[in-house]
């Protein structure tokens, strides 16, 4: 028990590390608000008026979840980034060194990213209220039960992208490795228009995709239309994903040196 | 084992595929000593201070640090020890307090205790000025002294230092050779490694001299310098045509080869001990006809004893000049 306690408190100080830049970083801070906000603002008025979704009288009420849903899983790009850059740099070294959990490293990584995500989040749900004009539909329980979903979603990627930011030799081989899967995983996938439109091969692929399973469940609660198996479903796949990648991550890291 | 020893070493082993990195190192590091690991590049210096902290498993071998044995026990061992590695192991978009306080933390060192330490190490290594500013401005020499002062935050027993002046300007090498003499008088251990041979002779009590993976010499810089025999000479001639009458004239005095640098006119060799030998070697040199410009005798360097024993000078090694 006091390990896990320590573990925790360890995680949280590496998590700190990363997060106390932020607000230091002004330009980063700038840019990583205007992303979301850009996102939020092309595809709604660009895509908009063009495309129609049965079922939504409001083309809006449906593109929205979807971004959100995207841009979040974009923002777990940056654990394998961060990850590698901290590899190529000396401190990796002193933490392996230090007395201190050494699942700390990963966790307080993916943690600090969890929250950027969180700060991301309410910066596009900002810009979708005004001056989009976007709606909850359902009740605020669902509309928190569906942020939950995908920022549980977000944070399972993140440690996907742990994975691959200790395995690429680089930090410009994370930053490409890391979005590269993003755009067939957020595109083939039911966040911008209804997979049954697709190529008949194609959609079934969008319907398998966890994405378009995750997108659903926060789509149908921000909505207040029936969730059905979807938010079960995808909390299954989030937590599977954090459970085999998290224990292949961790396992990675510690491989080279005494347990 | 005995428990004066803070490290101790016995047939450590790394292997790297099918490089043998450290083959069968021995080492005995005697509590408050300084010892100086020396050797080139890829001598596996660094190698061994890994396995030491626990950061790679040796493949053979046993080691203790301050009595732990480090692949049973490598939490225990990272509790007492200390590291600085050869790139500054500090994270860059932090001031150099928050530096110290997280590390404060990571040794789940009490919050006000990791804070007036931090203050007290941040004084003693001079950055106090430069406490809240960001590391990312620092200097090489202040990131290197904040490197050492975050290993020291939890006063471990072992520190060590792997290269800890590569890369520093001449100024910044010396205030850290004073910092490092100061760490001797709190009673730390400490095992640095490093590829200049001066730095080992100003700094070390004793050198364990590493090569190919083993422990090729050991002992104080004296008695280094004593294994390899007496004094050097250096003789500069006039006439690099006068060479072989010079080198005629030399040999009663040479205890050992007679090198000779590229201008031809300039011989260094061992010499026989004894009284009055600059002198005597000048006034045979004037006896063959030969016009002498310089001759000094001096105490073998550490540079003479790596030429010695592997038959190759370090400096080589470390400008990357193939031997």
Redesign the interface.
Same mark, same amino acid.
Request: glycine share 8%.
């Given at each position: 028990m006091n390990r896990v306690v320590?573990a925790l /408190? *360890?995680s949280w100080?590496e998590a700190m /590390?990363h997060l +106390?830049?932020i607000p +230091?970083?002004i330009e980063l801070l700038i840019f990583a608000t205007i992303q979301p906000i850009m996102f939020v603002v092309l595809f709604v008025y660009v895509f908009g008026g063009s495309i129609d979704v049965p079922g939504f009288a409001n083309y809006d009420q449906f593109l929205i979840p979807g971004i959100f849903s995207q841009s979040l899983v974009f923002g777990s790009a940056f654990t394998g980034i961060g990850i590698a850059e901290d590899l190529s740099?000396? #401190?990796? *070294? +002193? #933490? +392996? !060194? #230090?007395?201190?959990a050494r699942s700390a490293v990963l966790i307080g990584r993916t943690v600090s990213d969890l929250v950027r995500n969180i700060i991301t989040f309410f910066v596009m749900l900002v810009v979708s209220f005004w001056p989009i004009g976007f709606r909850f539909e359902g009740s605020l329980v669902e509309a928190v039960l569906a942020t939950m979903l995908l920022l549980l979603f977000s944070y399972a990627l993140s440690w996907v992208q742990a994975l691959m930011g200790l395995s690429v030799g680089s930090v410009e081989a994370a930053n490409s490795a890391g979005f590269i899967w993003m755009f067939p995983l957020t595109f083939v996938s039911s966040a911008f228009v209804d997979p049954a439109t697709m190529p008949g091969w194609l959609e079934p692929v969008a319907d398998a995709n966890p994405f378009t399973v995750v997108t659903n469940a926060a789509r149908a609660l921000y909505n207040g239309n029936p969730v059905g198996n979807d938010a079960l479903v995808s909390v299954l796949w989030s937590v599977g994903i954090i459970a085999v990648f998290a224990s292949l991550s961790i396992r990675k890291f510690n491989r !080279?040196?005494?347990? | 084992m005995s428990s004066d020893l803070a490290i101790d070493a016995r047939g450590l082993v790394k292997r790297f595929g099918d490089t043998v990195a450290v083959d069968g190192v021995d080492l005995a590091v005697p509590r408050g000593a300084i010892y100086g690991l020396l050797g080139p590049n890829g001598a596996g210096k660094t190698t061994t201070v890994r396995m030491l902290?626990? $950061? $790679? &498993?040796p493949d053979g071998g046993q080691a203790f640090v301050d009595g732990i044995d %480090? =692949?049973a026990d490598?939490?225990g061992v &990272?509790?007492r020890?200390g $590291?600085t590695?050869?790139? =500054? =192991? %500090?994270?860059e &978009? $932090?001031t150099g307090r928050?530096n110290m306080e997280?590390?404060a933390?990571?040794?789940?060192m009490p919050k006000s205790e990791g804070r007036a330490r931090s203050v007290e190490l941040l004084e003693r290594f001079d950055l106090v000025d430069a406490a809240d500013r960001?590391v990312k401005g620092y200097s090489g020499g202040m990131r290197r002294r904040l490197d050492i002062a975050?290993?020291l935050i939890a006063r471990p027993s072992v520190l060590f230092l792997d290269e800890p002046t590569t890369g520093l300007d001449p100024r910044s090498r010396l205030a850290m050779w004073g910092l490092i003499e100061e760490l001797e008088h709190d009673g730390t251990t400490v095992l640095l490694t490093t590829q200049y041979l001066d730095e080992a002779d100003r700094l070390a009590q004793r050198i364990v001299v590493i090569d190919h993976g083993t422990v090729i010499a050991n002992g104080t810089a004296d008695e280094l310098k004593d294994q390899i025999g007496g004094d050097r000479m250096t003789v500069q001639i006039r006439h690099p045509e006068s060479r072989p009458l010079a080198l005629e004239a030399l040999a009663p005095f040479c205890a050992g080869e007679v090198d000779v640098d590229l201008d031809g006119r300039t011989f260094h060799f061992p010499i026989r001990s004894g009284d009055r030998v600059v002198p005597n070697v000048i006034r045979a040199l004037d006896d063959a006809g030969v016009d002498v410009l310089d001759a000094e005798v001096r105490r073998p360097t550490l540079d003479d004893v790596f030429l010695t024993l592997t038959g190759r000078s370090a400096a080589d090694e470390h400008e990357g000049v193939a031997s």
């Amino acid at each position: 028990m006091n390990r896990v306690v320590w573990a925790l /408190r *360890d995680s949280w100080t590496e998590a700190m /590390r990363h997060l +106390r830049i932020i607000p +230091r970083n002004i330009e980063l801070l700038i840019f990583a608000t205007i992303q979301p906000i850009m996102f939020v603002v092309l595809f709604v008025y660009v895509f908009g008026g063009s495309i129609d979704v049965p079922g939504f009288a409001n083309y809006d009420q449906f593109l929205i979840p979807g971004i959100f849903s995207q841009s979040l899983v974009f923002g777990s790009a940056f654990t394998g980034i961060g990850i590698a850059e901290d590899l190529s740099k000396g #401190l990796v *070294d +002193r #933490l +392996r !060194s #230090l007395p201190m959990a050494r699942s700390a490293v990963l966790i307080g990584r993916t943690v600090s990213d969890l929250v950027r995500n969180i700060i991301t989040f309410f910066v596009m749900l900002v810009v979708s209220f005004w001056p989009i004009g976007f709606r909850f539909e359902g009740s605020l329980v669902e509309a928190v039960l569906a942020t939950m979903l995908l920022l549980l979603f977000s944070y399972a990627l993140s440690w996907v992208q742990a994975l691959m930011g200790l395995s690429v030799g680089s930090v410009e081989a994370a930053n490409s490795a890391g979005f590269i899967w993003m755009f067939p995983l957020t595109f083939v996938s039911s966040a911008f228009v209804d997979p049954a439109t697709m190529p008949g091969w194609l959609e079934p692929v969008a319907d398998a995709n966890p994405f378009t399973v995750v997108t659903n469940a926060a789509r149908a609660l921000y909505n207040g239309n029936p969730v059905g198996n979807d938010a079960l479903v995808s909390v299954l796949w989030s937590v599977g994903i954090i459970a085999v990648f998290a224990s292949l991550s961790i396992r990675k890291f510690n491989r !080279s040196t005494v347990a | 084992m005995s428990s004066d020893l803070a490290i101790d070493a016995r047939g450590l082993v790394k292997r790297f595929g099918d490089t043998v990195a450290v083959d069968g190192v021995d080492l005995a590091v005697p509590r408050g000593a300084i010892y100086g690991l020396l050797g080139p590049n890829g001598a596996g210096k660094t190698t061994t201070v890994r396995m030491l902290t626990t $950061l $790679l &498993r040796p493949d053979g071998g046993q080691a203790f640090v301050d009595g732990i044995d %480090v =692949a049973a026990d490598p939490h225990g061992v &990272r509790t007492r020890i200390g $590291l600085t590695g050869q790139y =500054a =192991a %500090v994270e860059e &978009r $932090l001031t150099g307090r928050e530096n110290m306080e997280f590390v404060a933390r990571l040794f789940h060192m009490p919050k006000s205790e990791g804070r007036a330490r931090s203050v007290e190490l941040l004084e003693r290594f001079d950055l106090v000025d430069a406490a809240d500013r960001v590391v990312k401005g620092y200097s090489g020499g202040m990131r290197r002294r904040l490197d050492i002062a975050m290993s020291l935050i939890a006063r471990p027993s072992v520190l060590f230092l792997d290269e800890p002046t590569t890369g520093l300007d001449p100024r910044s090498r010396l205030a850290m050779w004073g910092l490092i003499e100061e760490l001797e008088h709190d009673g730390t251990t400490v095992l640095l490694t490093t590829q200049y041979l001066d730095e080992a002779d100003r700094l070390a009590q004793r050198i364990v001299v590493i090569d190919h993976g083993t422990v090729i010499a050991n002992g104080t810089a004296d008695e280094l310098k004593d294994q390899i025999g007496g004094d050097r000479m250096t003789v500069q001639i006039r006439h690099p045509e006068s060479r072989p009458l010079a080198l005629e004239a030399l040999a009663p005095f040479c205890a050992g080869e007679v090198d000779v640098d590229l201008d031809g006119r300039t011989f260094h060799f061992p010499i026989r001990s004894g009284d009055r030998v600059v002198p005597n070697v000048i006034r045979a040199l004037d006896d063959a006809g030969v016009d002498v410009l310089d001759a000094e005798v001096r105490r073998p360097t550490l540079d003479d004893v790596f030429l010695t024993l592997t038959g190759r000078s370090a400096a080589d090694e470390h400008e990357g000049v193939a031997s």
